[in-house]
Each structure stands twice: as C-alpha cells, then as structure tokens.
C-alpha cells in the first residue's frame, strides 16, 4: 500500500542531468518546506550493487532479459524497503530513475513492453514521472571516464525513443533538458509545484 506521501521520479539518457536535478530539485522543496528526500535506481541495496558492477560497468553487456529481470527485483526491494516507508511517514520522494528506465533501455534492446510491465508489476506508480529531453548527440559528449555499457550514441538514441512514446501517451511530462542546469531545475520546479498545488486542491 502506498503511504500519504508523495513519489516523483526523474528519467533520461545517461548524462542528461538526472542526478544534477533530481539533488536539485530536492534541496530546493526543502527551502520551501517541503519534507523531500533523494533517492536513485540503481538502488543501494545488494541487487543495486551488484547491477552497477555487473550490468553497467562489466566488459560487454549482458542479456537484456537478464538486465530486465536484475532491475525488477532491485526496484522491488526498493519499493519496499525505501519509498514505502518513506512515503508513509508523508515524504515526498524523488527518485533519480524509475521503472520507465527500464521500460527505457531493455524496451529500446528488443524486449516486448507488456513483459517488462508485467514483471514490474509491485512497482508503485509515481505521482509524477518527469523526463529530462537532452538530445543523444549532446549526452554523448558528456562522456565520464567510468562510463557504463549503454553509453552509445545508437543506444541512446533507441532509449530515447521509447521515453517519446511515454511522452506521447502522457504518462511522463517533458522537460527541455538542453539548457542551462539553473533554466533546467527552474522548469522541472514549475511542473512540480503546479502539479502539488492541483492536488492539495483536489477534494
Ligand atoms: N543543463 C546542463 N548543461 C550542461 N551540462 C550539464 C547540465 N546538466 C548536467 N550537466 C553535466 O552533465 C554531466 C552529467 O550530469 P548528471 O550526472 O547529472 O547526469 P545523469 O543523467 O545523472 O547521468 P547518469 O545517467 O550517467 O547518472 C555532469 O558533468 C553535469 O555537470
Ligand atoms: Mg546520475
């Protein structure tokens, strides 16, 4: 059962800026009095690290089902050992990646959807699923040295399309991610205190 807080998660391609606005975002609700709390996928869990070494920073990718199936059972621990319990002591929760990065990135490697939805399926829905739109030419350029085994520009550019389709059918709320990291925390702040006031209102 979900608790009486609120869950937000932030997506995008590597590098476009997550983990800069999702901080971000958290320190400024916090100057507002909002009682926010960071938190990221891959989680800090055993599954969580065990992915980052395994799926992300190992010599070749591994299978996308195998992939699929890891991030599943890191995020369901997840769920339940973090956001639950965070959300039913009325937190706002922002999560930097969710389960659209999974819908994301082994959707754009071939898998059908419905599976990976299906296999997701103790994954609370968020409250508010914002995408961070960098263009993959530009994310690829902010190369890290420990960069992991999705960071291609044809990869990129699969994933990306798939977050579109999640645009499209109005599940996740684009921001332009292409311009400073102030205009950029300024916009996703707009989405998300206009949604906070809207629900406050709700009867
Ligand atoms: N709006 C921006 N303009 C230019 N550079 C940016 C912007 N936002 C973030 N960066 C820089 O891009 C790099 C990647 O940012 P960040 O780590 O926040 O991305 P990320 O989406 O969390 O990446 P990953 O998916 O690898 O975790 C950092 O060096 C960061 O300072
Ligand atoms: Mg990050």
Redesign the pocket.
Known sequence: MKGKGVFICVE???????????KLLVRRLREKGYDAVYTAEPSRGKIGKFIKKYCLHGKKRVSSVVEALLFAADRYEHVENEIIPALNEEKLVVS??YVYSSLAYQGAAGLDLKWIEKINEHAIRPDLAIF?D?EPEI?IH?L?PN??VM?NLETQRKVREVYMKFVEKGELVKID?????K??ADGILKVVLRFLEKRVKKP
């Open positions: 995008g391609l590597d590098g476009c800026g997550k983990t800069t606005q999702t930097d990646r961070v960098v994310v902010r890290k960069k992991s960071e991610g292409n311009k400073s990291k205009e950029v």
